[in-house]
């Protein structure tokens, strides 16, 4: 399977614990973006990598969000001090090019509870 | 800032029945449009993509939309409706790389 990996796929854990999730892109892809849904909504971005580079943070990252793509190959996203409002599905995605034309192929994404 | 807005949240029809998924847009420039499908349990895949080369778009298992600048708007549409249609359906709109989503349909096929 050639497609994004995303690991794990599901994540129980305790409010006011840290969490890291992991994508791994298809290769070749120089952008990597992370998505956030929550159900019955549609997916609402949270960032994106364009090679090892983070170029684009929106306003719902908060500063317990971190995410990082070390050698423009992977990425991991980290949620420190989760809250309940964390709980959701976090879907990455990757793409070949620049410009906002280029067709994200997404993984299977993560879904975390927080109890 | 680019928006989307899908109307009907969920949409029901026959099958063999045409398919008619709603969706439009703002965008302070010319935007990139897409439509994804989701699937249970699975990730969003790509049916089809605006970028401004024809209008009418030609997509995965039959589907088709129509970008319409004059109304601003981008619908889906699939001549008969087939029971592996029911999914989820998002709109989305891009003007430099991170996509703006819709809050999705629910398409149900009744046999």
């Known amino acids: 399977d050639t497609g994004v990996s995303q690991d794990p796929r599901h994540k129980i854990t305790k409010r006011g614990q840290n969490v890291t999730f992991r994508c791994d892109p298809i290769?070749?892809?120089?952008?990597l973006y992370w998505y956030r849904q929550t159900l019955g909504q549609g997916p609402e971005f949270l960032t994106y990598?364009?090679?090892?580079?983070?170029?684009?943070k929106s306003r719902l990252l908060s500063d317990r969000f971190s995410a990082e793509r070390p050698k423009g190959s992977f990425s991991t996203l980290e949620i420190q001090r989760t809250e309940q409002g964390d709980s959701a599905m976090y879907l990455c995605?990757?793409?070949?090019?620049?410009?906002?034309?280029?067709?994200?192929?997404f993984g299977p994404g993560t879904r975390l509870l927080v109890l | 800032a680019q928006s989307v807005t899908q109307l009907g949240s969920h949409v029901s029809v026959s099958e063999g029945a045409l398919v008619l998924l709603r969706c439009n847009y703002s965008?302070?420039?010319?935007?990139?449009l897409f439509w994804y499908v989701q699937y249970p349990n699975q990730g969003l895949q790509l049916l089809l993509k605006?970028?401004?080369?024809?209008?009418l778009v030609k997509g995965i298992n039959g589907f088709e939309a129509e970008f319409k600048k004059s109304e601003t708007s981008f619908h889906l549409t699939k001549p008969s409706a087939h029971m592996s249609d029911a999914a989820e359906y998002f709109c989305?709109?891009?003007?430099?790389?991170?996509?703006?989503f819709g809050s999705g349909t629910r398409l149900q096929v009744q046999p």
């Open positions: 995605a990757s793409s070949v090019g620049a410009g906002g034309v280029e067709t994200q192929y």
């Open positions: 290769s070749e892809h120089n952008r």
């Open positions: 605006y970028t401004s080369a024809a209008t």
């Open positions: 965008s302070s420039v010319p935007p990139y």
């Open positions: 989305a709109v891009s003007e430099t790389g991170a996509l703006t």
């Open positions: 990598f364009q090679n090892e580079a983070q170029l684009e």
